[in-house]
C-alpha cells in the first residue's frame, strides 16, 4: 500500500481542507436542489443552517428533545429543523441579515415564536412522530467471506466434529498474524508444540486459559524440531455449523456473508425458535425458483411448530407490548407505544437478533456507551411485527 494511502487510514481526525471541500460540496448540492425545485414551484427560499440554528434556539426548540443544545442522537431532530425552515419568513431573513450587519444583540425577545404556544405545538408534534426507516428485501451485497476453509478428517478420511457435534474446518494462517485461540487449535500436534514454545520463550504464558502473544514472538525464523524446515504459515481448525460448500465438485467451504432474514417459529408449548437465512441461501433459492421466505420449521425440531414471522435489516416491532390491549387508530398512539417500537438493526447465526430504539440515530453516545439497544433471542422475542409507510401511519405487518 503507497504511503498517502496508508496515511488516509491512520487519520483520526479529518483536516480542515477535508471539512471545507464537504461544506463546499453541501453548498453545491443545496444550490442544485433549489435549482430544480425553482422549476416547480415560483417562490421558493433557502434557509441556511446558520439561519435555522439561531431561530431553533430564540424559539425554544432545542429542549424539545430534552437537551439545550440540537440533539443529533435522535431522528426528531430533522422534523425540529424541518418545522423552523417552514416556519422561517423572509422577515425574520431580512432582520437577522440587518441585526448581523449592524452586530445588534440578537435574542428571543427580537425573535418571537411564529405564534402564541408554538412551542407547546412543536413538543405534541415531534411526540407524536414514529420514525419510518426504509428497509428492502435486497438480494445483493457479500455472499460469502473471501476465506476459503476445508474439511478436517481423520486418519480414515472420515470428516472430524467437536464435542457438540459441529463439523470440524480447517485453514491456513500466517504464523505473524495468529491469535491465542488459532495457537491452540494448531492441527498438528508438533507444529502447535513448536509454536507454544516459542510463545512461552518470548513471554507469553500459554499455560493460562487466557494468554497474549508477545509482537516480537515470531519475528525471528521459527524451524521445526529437525531446525531444517522453517514454519511460517500453520493449519488450524475451526468448528462451525453454517459453511457453505462453494463447488459442488470442490470440497471448498466459506462462511457465509450478509444475513438476509431471521424466520420465527414457536411450538405448541410456547417456546420459540428461528432459522437464520444467509443471503447466500436466498440468492441460491432465487436461482432455483424456490419462495425467499420458507415457512415450514426443520424436520429435525419435530412436530408441533408453527411459523410466527421473518425479520430484516430495519423491519420494526413493538416489544413488550399485549397485542389485544392496541388501539391501531388511537390519534396518540405514537405517545403511547413510542417507547416500545424498535428496529432490527441485525441478527448473527447464534440466531441473537440485535435492535435498536427507532428514534435512535447514533449507536453510542459522545461517552462510547450502547444507545436504545437491546438483544433478544427467538425464545425471549415478545412483540408484534409492524409496518409504517412514509407518512407515519402504522398497522399490524401480515406475513
Same mark, same amino acid.
Given at each position: 500500500?503507497?504511503?498517502?494511502?496508508?496515511?488516509?487510514?491512520?487519520? +483520526?481526525?479529518?483536516?480542515?481542507? #477535508?471539512?471545507? @471541500?464537504?461544506?463546499?460540496?453541501?453548498?453545491?448540492?443545496? !444550490?442544485?436542489?433549489?435549482?430544480?425545485?425553482?422549476?416547480? #414551484? !415560483?417562490?421558493? /427560499?433557502?434557509?441556511?443552517?446558520?439561519?435555522?440554528?439561531?431561530?431553533?434556539?430564540?424559539?425554544?426548540?432545542?429542549?424539545?428533545?430534552?437537551?439545550?443544545?440540537?440533539?443529533?442522537?435522535?431522528? @426528531?431532530?430533522?422534523?425540529?429543523?424541518?418545522?423552523?425552515?417552514?416556519?422561517?419568513?423572509?422577515?425574520?431573513?431580512?432582520?437577522?441579515?440587518?441585526?448581523?450587519?449592524?452586530?445588534?444583540?440578537?435574542? @428571543?425577545? &427580537?425573535?418571537?415564536?411564529?405564534?402564541?404556544?408554538?412551542?407547546?405545538?412543536?413538543?405534541?408534534?415531534?411526540?407524536?412522530?414514529?420514525?419510518?426507516?426504509?428497509?428492502?428485501?435486497?438480494?445483493?451485497? /457479500?455472499?460469502?467471506?473471501?476465506?476459503?476453509?476445508?474439511?478436517?478428517?481423520?486418519?480414515?478420511?472420515?470428516?472430524?466434529?467437536?464435542?457438540?457435534?459441529?463439523?470440524?474446518?480447517?485453514?491456513?494462517?500466517?504464523?505473524?498474524?495468529?491469535?491465542?485461540?488459532?495457537?491452540?487449535?494448531?492441527?498438528?500436534?508438533?507444529?502447535?508444540?513448536?509454536?507454544?514454545?516459542?510463545?512461552?520463550? +518470548?513471554?507469553?504464558?500459554?499455560?493460562?486459559?487466557?494468554?497474549?502473544?508477545? =509482537?516480537?514472538?515470531?519475528?525471528?525464523?521459527?524451524?521445526?524440531?529437525?531446525?531444517?524446515?522453517?514454519?511460517? =504459515?500453520?493449519?488450524?481448525?475451526?468448528?462451525?455449523?453454517?459453511?457453505?460448500?462453494?463447488? &459442488?465438485?470442490? $470440497?471448498?467451504?466459506?462462511?457465509?456473508?450478509?444475513?438476509?432474514?431471521?424466520?420465527? #417459529?414457536?411450538?405448541?408449548?410456547? $417456546?420459540?425458535?428461528?432459522?437464520?437465512?444467509?443471503?447466500?441461501?436466498?440468492?441460491?433459492?432465487?436461482?432455483?425458483?424456490?419462495?425467499?421466505?420458507?415457512?415450514?420449521?426443520?424436520? +429435525?425440531?419435530?412436530?408441533?411448530? $408453527?411459523?410466527?414471522?421473518?425479520?430484516?435489516?430495519?423491519?420494526?416491532?413493538?416489544?413488550?407490548?399485549?397485542?389485544?390491549?392496541?388501539?391501531?387508530?388511537?390519534?396518540?398512539?405514537?405517545?403511547?407505544?413510542?417507547?416500545?417500537?424498535? @428496529?432490527? /438493526? !441485525?441478527?448473527?447465526?447464534?440466531?441473537?437478533?440485535?435492535?435498536?430504539?427507532?428514534?435512535?440515530?447514533?449507536? !453510542?453516545?459522545?461517552?462510547?456507551?450502547?444507545?436504545?439497544?437491546?438483544?433478544?433471542?427467538?425464545?425471549?422475542?415478545?412483540?408484534?411485527?409492524? =409496518?409504517?409507510?412514509?407518512?407515519?401511519?402504522?398497522?399490524?405487518?401480515?406475513?
Amino acid at each position: 500500500m503507497k504511503s498517502a494511502k496508508k496515511r488516509l487510514f491512520s487519520v +483520526k481526525k479529518p483536516d480542515e481542507d #477535508f471539512v471545507n @471541500r464537504q461544506l463546499t460540496d453541501t453548498a453545491y448540492f443545496s !444550490k442544485e436542489t433549489k435549482k430544480y425545485l425553482r422549476s416547480v #414551484f !415560483k417562490d421558493l /427560499q433557502a434557509v441556511k443552517g446558520g439561519t435555522t440554528f439561531l431561530l431553533r434556539r430564540y424559539w425554544g426548540l432545542n429542549s424539545v428533545l430534552g437537551r439545550d443544545v440540537k440533539n443529533r442522537e435522535d431522528h @426528531r431532530h430533522h422534523a425540529v429543523d424541518a418545522l423552523v425552515v417552514a416556519c422561517t419568513t423572509r422577515s425574520n431573513l431580512q432582520k437577522l441579515s440587518v441585526y448581523h450587519r449592524l452586530n445588534l444583540k440578537k435574542g @428571543r425577545d &427580537e425573535f418571537l415564536p411564529p405564534w402564541e404556544g408554538f412551542r407547546d405545538d412543536a413538543v405534541s408534534a415531534v411526540n407524536n412522530i414514529l420514525v419510518s426507516h426504509k428497509f428492502k428485501l435486497k438480494t445483493t451485497g /457479500q455472499l460469502h467471506e473471501d476465506t476459503y476453509y476445508g474439511r478436517l478428517n481423520d486418519a480414515n478420511g472420515k470428516p472430524m466434529t467437536d464435542e457438540k457435534g459441529n463439523p470440524l474446518f480447517v485453514v491456513r494462517k500466517n504464523l505473524k498474524n495468529l491469535t491465542p485461540k488459532q495457537a491452540v487449535n494448531i492441527v498438528d500436534q508438533v507444529v502447535r508444540g513448536v509454536v507454544l514454545d516459542r510463545i512461552d520463550e +518470548k513471554g507469553g504464558d500459554t499455560s493460562k486459559k487466557k494468554f497474549t502473544i508477545p =509482537k516480537n514472538a515470531f519475528t525471528e525464523t521459527l524451524y521445526m524440531p529437525d531446525e531444517k524446515t522453517p514454519v511460517k =504459515k500453520v493449519r488450524v481448525f475451526v468448528a462451525a455449523s453454517n459453511m457453505i460448500q462453494l463447488y &459442488e465438485d470442490r $470440497k471448498t467451504f466459506v462462511e457465509p456473508g450478509n444475513n438476509h432474514h431471521i424466520a420465527i #417459529f414457536e411450538h405448541e408449548s410456547g $417456546k420459540r425458535d428461528g432459522v437464520v437465512v444467509s443471503l447466500f441461501e436466498v440468492t441460491r433459492r432465487k436461482r432455483h425458483k424456490e419462495p425467499v421466505f420458507d415457512k415450514t420449521a426443520p424436520l +429435525k425440531w419435530g412436530n408441533g411448530w $408453527k411459523f410466527v414471522m421473518t425479520l430484516s435489516i430495519n423491519e420494526l416491532m413493538l416489544i413488550y407490548v399485549d397485542e389485544e390491549k392496541i388501539i391501531w387508530n388511537n390519534p396518540c398512539f405514537a405517545e403511547v407505544y413510542s417507547q416500545y417500537l424498535y @428496529r432490527v /438493526q !441485525k441478527m448473527d447465526v447464534s440466531k441473537k437478533i440485535t435492535f435498536r430504539h427507532h428514534l435512535t440515530a447514533r449507536l !453510542k453516545d459522545d461517552n462510547g456507551m450502547e444507545v436504545g439497544r437491546i438483544m433478544k433471542m427467538p425464545n425471549t422475542l415478545i412483540g408484534i411485527k409492524i =409496518k409504517i409507510n412514509p407518512l407515519g401511519r402504522i398497522s399490524k405487518a401480515d406475513d
